[in-house]
């Protein structure tokens, strides 16, 4: 093996991390307030409120990302006037703007369906208790609801955040030189992809088991008197 | 020339691009079964390999898993387009060739979506045969069944049951997954020779879904009607993808106690 090459390798991969990890974490972090705001309009009395989230769902979920990402980058150049008029041209012109709307959307989508499901395992013996001990509105879903919906949903959420992780090295093709983007750039000048293959790799690789070793602290940390094993943990569970 | 509308530009036929949009949707239908099939041969054996009692199958099995559930599938399928041509152009030269020689996109793109589906495919697998209970394969045995037989009569319907509703899952996930080939620009030709007092030759060449709405998008310049057309093939896919396994769990529970 060339040591020599996968150095350098790994010392021009190393720059795309910053990108990469900021694409993710950005896109995690505002997706999940849209994905809390679509869980609470699905289980909205207002049907119309919960048409919306559930098309929402149906659309983003039903559909690649990368074809997510083509239509806002390249398919909203088609209403650029429109655009330019609103004033929001800079926005839809910049390819870092479109990955990161497209990412939060679909993961938005997927969150949504992670915060439900948590929501719906909230046991409604517990809600009534405390409607018993007079709590309403907010104070019941601070101290009673979020509470087990989130021990319920982190174990899911954590996989869905590793997917984003990954699906971020979609953004290389519209242009972003993340990870991927490098690993792709260097195959072209080099065609060595094995080599490439094995540095890109070990990266995502380091950077998952981070993440996994973290949110696995962070479920220890929210819910020290459960078990491991008696938790819900869904093997090869997939969304994307 | 003012654009066309959206009707215009999706005529069946040589004015209008539903015909090729059409063909595209299969084309992603034929790599995505392809890709599954060939993940359902790699997850097998990857999964035989977790289930067995030796240590090198399971560590070799455990760091497949890891490795191609842990990576971004679209560095899987550079892997497989460069390295893959790589290797042959390597081997060709060998035999005296000369230049670059390309594989073609269909097998390799396949290829890097069974990879990558196989080892989610290994984890359904090998739970669902782990579902089986321990009793049936005993009484199985008991009655003489041994090997072959013992899949075919009690393991395998068991687990074609239990693994389905994960398989639906792997499905979806591969449904979308087949995106990935536009960016490496999977084509397949199709030529048609008609013998007669001349031979005839026609090509055709068709794209996946994405990769056609790109192109069209390109030729019209009106790239919105062709991705928001994209979406909907798509979800006509996915749709009737969750249909057609919804039916498949109710066969294979058929006669089952239902909880």
């Known amino acids: 093996m060339d040591f020599t090459f996968l150095y350098t390798s790994f010392l021009r991969l190393i720059v795309g991390i910053p990108l990469t990890l900021q694409l993710a974490f950005s896109s995690i972090g505002l997706g999940l307030v849209l994905a809390i ?31 997510q990402v083509f239509l806002i980058y390249y398919g909203l150049g088609q209403f650029r006037p429109y655009l330019d008029e609103m004033g929001v041209w800079w926005f839809f012109r910049s390819p870092y703007y479109c990955a990161l709307l497209a990412l939060l959307l679909n993961t938005a989508a997927y969150g949504a369906e992670i915060v439900r499901g948590g929501l719906q395992s909230v046991p409604h013996g517990q809600i009534e208790a405390a409607r018993a001990f007079g709590m309403s509105g907010f104070t019941l879903y601070r101290r009673i609801i979020a509470p087990i919906a989130l021990r319920q949903a982190l ?44 540095v890109a790799g070990a990266i995502y690789l380091a950077i998952n088991f981070t993440v996994t070793r973290l949110i696995a602290l962070a479920e220890h940390w929210i819910a020290p008197d459960l078990d491991q094993a008696s938790r819900p943990i869904e093997v090869g569970k997939l969304s994307h | 020339m003012p654009p066309k509308s959206f009707f215009e530009l999706m005529q069946w036929g040589p004015q209008g691009w539903l015909d090729e949009m059409t063909f595209a949707t299969g084309l992603t239908l034929a790599v995505a079964i392809s890709g599954f099939l060939f993940g359902l041969v790699f997850g097998t054996i990857a999964a035989m390999g977790k289930l067995s009692r030796r240590a090198i199958p399971r560590r070799l099995a455990d760091v497949y898993t890891t490795v191609f559930r842990g990576v971004p599938d679209l560095l899987v399928i550079y892997l497989f387009y460069f390295g893959g041509s790589a290797m042959v152009t390597a081997i060709a030269q060998k035999f005296g060739a000369q230049g670059f ?61 239990y ?89 294979a529970t058929r006669g089952l106690r239902q909880v």
Request: net charge positive; glycine share 8%; no cysteine.
């Open chain 1, 37 to 67: 705001l679509l869980a609470a309009m699905m289980r909205s009395r207002l049907l119309p409120l919960a048409w919306i989230a559930d098309g929402f769902v149906f659309v983003f979920r039903g559909t690649p990302l990368l074809v």
């Open chain 1, 155 to 198: 174990p899911a959420y954590g996989n869905e955040i590793i997917l984003m992780i990954k699906a971020t090295s979609l953004v290389s093709t519209i242009t972003l030189m993340e990870v991927t983007g490098l690993a792709h750039k260097i195959i072209s000048e080099t065609f060595r992809a094995f080599e490439v293959f094995f």
């Open chain 2, 163 to 251: 693994g389905l509703p994960g398989m639906g899952n792997i499905w979806q996930l591969v449904l979308k997954e087949s995106a990935l080939v536009a960016v490496v620009g999977l084509s397949v030709y199709f030529y048609e020779v008609k013998l007669g007092d001349l031979v005839l030759i026609y090509e055709t060449r068709f794209s996946d879904l994405l990769r056609q709405a790109h192109v069209a998008a390109g030729s019209t310049r009106q790239p919105f009607v062709f991705y928001i057309t994209a979406v909907v093939f798509y979800l006509l896919l996915t749709t009737a993808s969750t249909w057609a396994f919804r039916r498949a769990e109710t066969w």
């Open chain 2, 101 to 161: 020689i390309g594989l073609p996109g269909f097998l390799t793109g396949t290829l890097a979506i069974g990879i990558v589906s196989g080892a989610y495919q290994t984890e359904v697998i090998r739970g669902a045969y782990l579902a089986v209970p321990p009793g049936e394969i005993d009484a199985a045995r008991a009655f003489g069944m041994s090997g072959w037989r013992l899949l075919r009569r009690i393991i395998g319907p068991q687990v074609l049951r």
